[in-house]
């Protein structure tokens, strides 16, 4: 081995080889992009045309690939597992039916492990769809449809580990996965559907109803209430506001502690004023059916706290405000 290099040498030299990676692996995904064609086209039909689930399979770095292919694809609307090419072998075949679709991986498609399983599959009836670097390696040749995930060069320094070849694979994967979404009309709820427990699924499957507090736990006067009633309710509801109803049962206004320093600083006298002469009228709301993520937005949007809840009649339902919203985890 040769003598260590200075240390800012090294920095040097490690900030100058990682942007050779970065960039051999962005130009392999380019060239993958320009070479898509047919094939593609035909391995989404075949998916989207058999009713059995996709098995993808490999071994080694393609293996690892193959994990998050399948992981993608379930989450995406396309039922999908992995199996270990080396554990298909030895009884995992089982699981594959003839409806079934495997994707195998392999750069250089002659992978001992995966070729083993290749008449096994065939065998079963289901269809091959291949993922290799070399269209003309025995794997390829067996497949159906053939993806070809080939690249000009590692970006090892040595050409041998696999670095550019995998991200092809992987952006190939990813291409794959999202045009079946996009063929399915799988949409943003279903997503979060799949990711309930995700800062996405709060976010698309919490309403607005999940996180108010309902209008009896809301505090609240009527539009001929003094200020000082109001104050009163204010610190009984621990909201930092109270809204202000009319007789039938709309919200007319809202006063919060904004509200309360901007009448102080007017020199209001707290003892005398009444509801109606401090009070914001014509207070925002939004309805207990909208996604909590909407008035999110809209507090951040109109910079207030809290936000009132009205039915379709227009009667107060309920309100929340961010603290809540933050307990819920949508912001």
Known sequence: MNPPQPKSAREAGAIALARRVLRIEADAVVALADRLGAEFEQAVDLILQRRGRV????????????????????????????????????GDLGMITPEDIVIALSNSGASEEVLTIVPLVKRQGAKLISITGRPESPLAREADVHLDAAVAEEACPLNLAPTASTTAALALGDALAVALLDARGFGADDFARSHPGGSLGRRLLTHVSDVMRPSERVPQVSEDASMMAALIEMSRGGMG????????????????????????????????????????????????????????????????????VVDHQGALAGALTTHDLMLAKVI
């Open 55 to 90: 098995i993808v399979t490999g071994i080694g770095k393609s293996g690892h690939i193959g994990r998050k292919l399948a992981a993608t694809l379930a989450s995406t609307g396309t039922p999908a597992y992995f199996v270990h090419a080396a554990e298909a072998a030895h």
């Open 241 to 308: 506001m109270t809204a202000v109803v009319g007789a039938d049962g709309r919200p007319i206004g809202i006063f919060t502690d904004g509200d309360l320093r901007r009448a102080l600083e007017r020199g209001c006298d707290a003892r005398s004023a009444t509801i109606a002469a401090v009070m914001t009228h014509n207070p925002r709301s939004i309805g207990p059916d909208a996604l909590a993520a909407a008035a999110a937005e809209m507090m951040e949007r109109q910079r207030i706290n809290q936000l009132l």
